[in-house]
């Protein structure tokens, strides 16, 4: 898998940090390759700026998805906002051509509906005035 398949910018955030190596921090901290010994021979001092740079890496890792996250959730917001509007608006058509439609129009309807699909109507519903259930 490469990055290339993913659409987000948070799965492309996810798929770097699954895959992260030292290089990569390193790059992003301006290129300077981080090597580590593993000898008693290293000092104090490089053992800190070690650590300050993966600490610095992290952070950007982490500003990083936080901003990716933020993004898809202000994405998300949005396209919830526009099905909550056409959900209302097809909700107020519907009843709008429900009180439109004759018995009989609403009956044929029913009538059509496919076997897999509930019928609204229930079998003891009081019948309104007009004879119709609906």
């Given amino acids: ?31 300077d390759v981080v090597s580590v010994k593993l000898d008693n021979s290293a000092s104090g001092a490089s053992v800190v700026a070690i650590d300050n740079k993966i600490e610095q890496a992290m952070d950007l890792v982490k500003n990083h998805l936080m901003y990716a996250v933020r993004e898809e959730v202000e994405i998300l917001k949005e396209q919830i906002r526009e099905l909550v509007e ?20 609403l009956e044929k ?11 609204l109507e229930t079998p003891h519903a009081p019948e309104a005035p007009g004879g119709s259930a609906v």
Avoid: C, D, W
């Fill in 86 to 105: 056409k959900n209302s608006q097809l909700e107020r058509e519907n009843t709008l051509l429900k009180t439109l439609a004759s018995p009989e129009q």
């Fill in 109 to 119: 309807f029913q009538s059509r509906l496919s076997p897999e699909e509930p019928i």
């Fill in 1 to 31: 898998m490469n990055a290339e398949m993913y659409q987000t910018p948070m799965e492309v955030a996810v798929y770097q940090l699954h895959n992260f190596n030292i290089s990569f921090f390193s790059s992003l901290l301006g290129g």
